[in-house]
């Protein structure tokens, strides 16, 4: 049983900035699990926004947030974050929190077990 809740989500004028943070727990997880941030706007299917091997020495973007998100983390609080800057208008959408426990990772959203409730987050323009 894994359990990802995310927070941090909210109201954010566009220009600026929020941090996201997904934390981690459950008896069968475990820090080795890649992890990932995916976006869900109204009427538009789950993507890929950003992802992060175990030790954090690998990250991915989507080429629509490179340069302005950074995905991180921290295996001894069982927490992953996403740092995101320069927001915009479509960047507004239900965040999600991903763990892969096989080990592929990546951006495709096949590749991922278990997932959070969500967190919204919307970019007023």
């Known amino acids: 049983q894994v359990r990802l809740v995310e927070s941090g989500g909210g109201l954010v004028q566009a220009g600026g900035s929020l941090r996201l943070s997904c934390a981690a727990s459950?008896?069968?997880?475990?820090?080795?699990?890649?992890m990932a941030w995916f976006r869900q706007a109204p009427g538009k299917e789950r993507e890929f926004v950003a992802a992060?091997?175990?030790?954090?020495?690998?990250?991915y973007y989507a080429d629509s947030v490179k340069d302005r998100f950074t995905i991180s983390r921290d295996n001894a609080k069982n927490t992953v974050y996403l740092q995101m800057n320069s927001l915009n208008s479509e960047d507004t959408a239900v965040y999600y929190c991903?763990?892969?426990?096989?080990?592929?990772?990546?951006?495709?959203?096949?590749?991922?077990?278990?997932w959070g409730q969500g967190t919204q987050v919307t970019v007023s323009s």
């Open positions: 992060i091997s175990w030790s954090g020495s690998s990250t």
């Open positions: 991903a763990a892969d426990r096989r080990g592929y990772g990546g951006s495709s959203k096949f590749n991922y077990d278990y």
């Open positions: 459950g008896s069968t997880f475990n820090n080795y699990y890649p």
